[in-house]
């Protein structure tokens, strides 16, 4: 890994006539979630939005017409060889983010991926290994990370304000569109497993996940999951995700020892709040541990901190500018990705095995593709 | 299982003597829960208060001394030998309550325990095979199933209003009584695991259960759990009890092919919403199954039924007086008590083994003790 | 008045050419709301924007330019001199209202005027007076009377399901913005006092109304408000605006003898509940009616309508366009207008006085100007 | 006025005696509210239940046989005769307040009054200047003063920490009683027109007050009212009553300059909520004083501070015991009453005027009954 240490010299020319203007940024897919990021990358103080590329040149242009400056290609190889773009925002099938990440990087580009990172840990470690081997940001767009109530959550979490973590408990449920080509872990988990990631404790990891899931409409996947996470330290962390629900919850709870915060993300009057409630047990140093442990409960006061209201993927612009600017790793970098994408991994085995608990692996094999 | 088939002659006479006035019921325990059975069956209009027995004289004082008639006692033979005690209400800690009702039912009585029913299987088996052989009502004290919303909800969802059922997803969390000698699954638990009971389609059992816990304070035992069930016809009920949550929660959802009820227990304007929201996937009968399903979605109208506000327990006596007096099974018998038990132990032991599905039997060696 | 009853021979041609294609409509004014209008004149599907009229001619071609076909003019008689434009929508300052309206009208164009319809009884009167000489549409944009959730209570109303009426309670409180010219009176009970006179039942009209407002913070004019009004048949109407509020409340509930509904604007989820609750007095025929009267209340379910979601103004622009096809008079005509500016002009007259009741006038004077 | 200022002689041995042991309280009324008081009186620490007396004497007795010690009677003078007897609470009808209050106070007893303090001004002051004249306690039961919601209003307002008080918004609104006897204002607006009197900074009276009212169901009064209060310094106050909602609604906000407090009495779990949230205008000395204003608009956190529950009755005795003691005016006392019964006969008043508002004096004429 060479971010955060050094910079090939080559590059410095570029750096240095990049830093006087915008940072030149390609969008590879127009589909969905392309048009946010071409419009982000438009609007963006920090970047301009070079191409809009689709194998289908119609929507390219479609989406690109929008913005001045903005042109529309089908060739990926012509967004390569541009030298103003210095990052390409790629928002294709997963099954092709390893192939068209690893070539854009191969060309100097830095590269911010849509979630999941990729569709294999192979492919995710190759992405991660060339970005290394050519010292460019590899990002990853959890997109929640960088809303203003993860961005609290996540530093209060880090400054310790939470006490010990106790637990975490994150509902994703919806009327939700069944898809058929992806269950409904993999197509609403990737948010709350990417949250978790960016806000626990640093060294704080998922050791194991466990995962029941169920098709009760015969949609051919799972339409309703739940997961649960063994963290270090003994916390617990669990998903639930549903796509059959009438009603629209999304919460996440975050319980510590000294503090216990609530966010509710469809409460825009009080999106976050702080509780200063908890239990705690404490332990003297008697004979017996168990009959001389005194339980404690404070019950103080909530606050509901004021935050702006601001989309995720200008954070996600922020961080993407700032990480390459800064040549370091973004919050949401290529491990973090990879994460994200073994937690899934570990859920599809662990329905398929009827609930048992699969251990999470947080080695990456750097073999560069 | 001679209820609701027929009756012993000699029973006849008692009957007939007993329906000209109220039944007199004694309550066995005088601690936490007694003095509520007690209260309930001063004021019940279908029963008399005849005895409190705790083997602690002056509680069991203090607790009849309120009603007109009753009488204080820690002698649990003088109320078996009393012929106006018809039914005991026991209140006393699980691992008694086997042996008690066995000798209340062995000695002609009605029984109704509080949960759990017992602390064994082998236990709780013998109870319901004792209760047969002497043809007696041995009820179980899920008082909840006797609210009006838990009443609603069972006529809703056995009517078929629901349609098929998809999910079920229950959550109960506070800031709770972290305790010594019972998790949070046999302290919790046991309200929305008998809830689930009595109010799923008849011919829906559960098939296993699949759970994970934390004891992230060091209390000795799990503070957080899940409980994932596999219910007959694919669908998925789902348990979430937490002591540590400074937010106090209440909810089920009952989702179904048709309709999707939710109940909050905490929201007394609003504590049932009848949701004509759903999802349905249909298929075509052509070659390729999957891709010519088509997948519809309902939004219509919502609607809050009126339900009165009634105390579970004043219905709990209704149901023992109407088993009673009718020579039935009750709603919550010795069997929906057993259900509950192995549904606890199948938790129990899938928390030991890190999630591993568990089957549940749904057989009852009827061996009386 | 001649819409509704017969239609001049010389417009018969005019309109079977325009029946054909969409109606050509042009918007003066491009400050904060005439953009609004723009793009719901562009995109409406029976309607196409032929210009944008701003004596600023920068900021009506910045509005213009977004729209094909569409032209950016400072010249007001180039609009009314173009046989293309049937309709004029103005977004203009409300002085200068009956001035734009009245040429508009005389040259033969159909109006849609911003609120208030004119900033004084006169002018109002005028319009109305020129509209009707001239056989035009005078349609006042009153916005909100265009909503599902108004249009809803509109028709629940006019179908009597509430039974009689008993009183509306309207809140509008926000953390608003003070102004210099306008005080909240003016700014925010337009909205209210309009959904007022679109939902109350046919033939009840507002016969007086007082109001107290206050300026605690020194802004020059009422920052809080609260008006009152007496209804036709003994109902009672309440209006409470409030630009200090730090919660954002927008909710009007309608009471009647047989239902009761509330409609809370900013619950996406829920946005309107019909109580079937009530409270009923009925009187015997007995000498003494007082002593003799009964009063009965009940309690029953609760119905949330599902209702879409969709931008009031585009509702504005169905009404705009039917009733010009149709030559007919607009839900909210000159007329309702008139009563609207009748009301604000009696709650200002009433401030002033100390909350002295303002008899309400609905008669109109029909001078043409 | 002596209390405060100095103690006769002749009461100090009294005082000394009584000080060693609970004050006696008599209850004189065992309706309604009565019984409440009985409980309170008996199971307050510092005072204990005398005597339950009323002209029924069954009624008495019904309530007194609950409490060892009470004694039933129908006989008011021998209350009075009893050194025991400290005090007395009446809670009789409002019309025989003033007759048994000043019997009472020259008999020596320190007099708890349930609110209103009298039907008519007259009384009130007779009661008032009596209690002067005999240097004994004069408290009304505002019962939701003692309230630890309202004592935390009323605490945050007198420190300052709302800034300059700017408005005051109070909504009591339920399916209600609708009585024969008593309008809604009566019946409901005592609650919020004595917390406001409780809350209301030092030195900040209520200077005018105006009124509407409706009797939609023909039940013979006002069954919806809505009352508007101009303040010392600017700010407005506001009451709306309704015994016609099907909604539940216990709200009152005040708006300070520096902060705003929302107290929801029927949400348990954040009843009171503080938000730094605010408008500020502030002026140049310039010459043109509005167009230099400048308005300033703060969003910062919210707080909700946790607070105990806790009966307001028994802070009411506690209030009663401790100005007894302290020989000192209670927060409640008769001035207290005569302020609200003044409010609510200007409120009659003025919706018998058509809504002209009408001055609150804040005079009292001692003169002694």
Chains 1, 2, 3, 4 share one sequence.
């Not at 773009?85 to 191969?106: C, D, F, K, Q, Y």
């Not at 190759?126 to 081997?133: D, P, R, W």
């Not at 990417?194 to 704080?204: C, M, R």
């Not at 466990?210 to 999951?225: E, K, L, N, R, Y």
Request: glycine share 8%; hydrophobic share 40%.
């Amino acid at each position: 890994m060479q971010l955060n240490h050094h910079q090939s010299p080559s590059r410095e020319g570029g750096d240095d006539r990049h830093r006087a203007g915008p940072l030149g940024v390609a969008v590879i897919g127009a589909g969905y979630w392309g048009p946010n990021l071409a419009r982000n990358a438009a609007s963006h103080p920090s970047t301009c939005l070079a191409y809009v590329c689709d194998v289908d040149l119609d929507r390219a242009q479609r989406v690109a017409s929008t913005y001045a400056g903005a042109a529309a290609t089908a060739d990926f190889r012509q967004v390569l060889d541009d030298p103003f773009v210095e990052a390409v925002a790629i928002a294709t099938p997963p099954s092709t983010h390893a192939r068209l990440a690893i070539a854009a990087l191969r060309a100097g580009k830095h590269v911010l991926v849509e979630k999941p990172l990729a569709d294999s840990i192979e492919d995710a470690e190759a992405m991660i290994a060339t970005a290394e081997l050519h010292d460019r940001v590899l990002m990853c767009d959890h997109t929640y990370c960088y809303t203003p109530a993860v961005q609290y959550l996540r530093s209060i979490v880090h400054a310790g304000d939470l006490g010990d973590l106790q637990f975490v408990d994150s509902v994703r449920i919806n009327l939700g569109l069944v898809q058929r080509d992806v269950d409904v872990v993999w197509d609403l988990a990737p948010h709350d497993l990417s949250i978790l990631d960016a806000v626990l404790p640093p060294g704080t990891g998922v050791r194991s996940l466990s995962a029941t899931g169920a098709d009760p409409v015969g949609a051919g996947q799972s339409c309703v999951a739940y997961l649960s996470m063994e963290l270090d330290g003994g916390a617990i962390a669990h998903v639930h995700v549903n796509w059959l629900s009438p009603t629209k919850v999304r919460r996440m709870t975050i319980g510590g020892s000294r503090r216990t915060v609530v966010w509710d993300d469809l409460d825009p009057v009080q999106r976050v709040s702080v509780f200063d409630r908890g239990v705690d047990v404490t332990h003297d140093d008697g004979p017996d541990a168990v009959t001389n442990r005194k339980i404690a409960y404070r019950v103080g006061d909530m606050v509901a901190p004021a935050l702006r209201e601001r989309e995720g993927l200008a954070g996600v612009f922020d961080e993407l500018v700032a990480s390459i600017r800064e040549h370091r790793q973004p919050l949401t970098d290529g491990r973090a990705g990879l994460r994200v994408l073994r937690m899934l991994q570990a859920a599809r085995a662990s329905i398929d095995s009827g609930g048992q608990a699969q251990p999470i692996d947080d080695n990456v094999s750097l073999v560069s593709a």
